[in-house]
T-cell receptor, first 119, second 116 residues
Framework: AQKVTQAQTEISVVEKEDVTLDCVYETRDTTYYLFWYKQPPSGELVFLIRRNSFDEQNEISGRYSWNFQKSTSSFNFTITASQVVDSAVYFCALSEKLELTGGGNKLTFGTGTQLKVEL | ETGVTQTPRHLVMGMTNKKSLKCEQHLGHNAMYWYKQSAKKPLELMFVYNFKEQTENNSVPSRFSPECPNSSHLFLHLHTLQPEDSALYLC???????????????FGPGTRLTVT
């Protein structure tokens, strides 16, 4: 069975600090996808990034960067120079291909990390 | 409108009521999903529809009944719910590609359901 662990329940930082959100996953699939989503207080999950299991290149997008380490089954997310608007719950997720009719992907989510950025 | 929309945003219902949640996606996707998000728990996948066919029912009680009349609309019919069903219900959509792989799911804002 697939599993995603986000050990950090809540993190508080002061604005402009860097912060790293940890994600560790378990899967028996050889091909899989990892995702990060942001859930602001409004409730909507916002897609941030997708990474497939073949691509271990780290990615940077503005203040966001992701570190995928297949050897340790981790997919960590770093926010550089955090801002108050970054305050949200962040979810890491792992996809599992649905075999029934070959359609859709089942996402297994971690429990999320609540990030609070204060002035 | 763009993206994934859900109505109503908030719903309070008694245990004997019947209500429906509606989801509409404007992304041209062919797969739609219902998730339940309860406090202190991971998001739980409830149902998956691919090309209007239900491909996953994640052991959801029969008091939740999904309906997918076309690839753009998804409903969740509710009847005789329990207080523990109070949660945020999220709809999502994605594009399923050749070989059955689909990529990121795009979520709606959710319906906050309270069962009294």
């Amino acid at each position: 069975a697939q599993k995603v662990t986000q050990a950090q329940t809540e993190i508080s930082v002061v604005e402009k600090e860097d912060v790293t959100l940890d994600c560790v996953y378990e899967t028996r699939d050889t091909t899989y996808y990892l995702f990060w989503y942001k859930q602001p207080p409004s409730g909507e999950l916002v897609f941030l990034i997708r990474r497939n299991s073949f691509d271990e290149q780290n990615e940077i997008s503005g203040r966001y960067s992701w570190n995928f380490q297949k050897s340790t089954s981790s997919f960590n997310f770093t926010i550089t120079a955090s801002q108050v608007v970054d305050s949200a719950v962040y979810f890491c997720a792992l996809s599992e291909k649905l075999e029934l009719t070959g359609g859709g992907n089942k996402l297994t989510f971690g429990t999320g990390t609540q990030l609070k950025v204060e002035l | 409108e763009t993206g994934v929309t859900q109505t109503p945003r908030h719903l309070v219902m008694g245990m004997t009521n019947k209500k429906s949640l509606k989801c509409e996606q404007h992304l041209g996707h062919n797969a739609m999903y219902w998730y339940k998000q309860s406090a202190k728990k991971p998001l739980e996948l409830m149902f998956v529809y691919n090309f209007k066919e239900q491909t996953e029912n994640n052991s959801v009680p029969s008091r939740f009944s999904p309906e997918c009349p076309n690839s753009s609309h998804l409903f969740l019919h509710l009847h005789t719910l329990q207080p523990e069903d109070s949660a945020l219900y999220l709809c999502a959509s994605s594009q399923v590609r050749v070989g059955g792989n689909s990529y990121e799911q795009y979520f709606g804002p959710g319906t906050r359901l309270t069962v009294t």
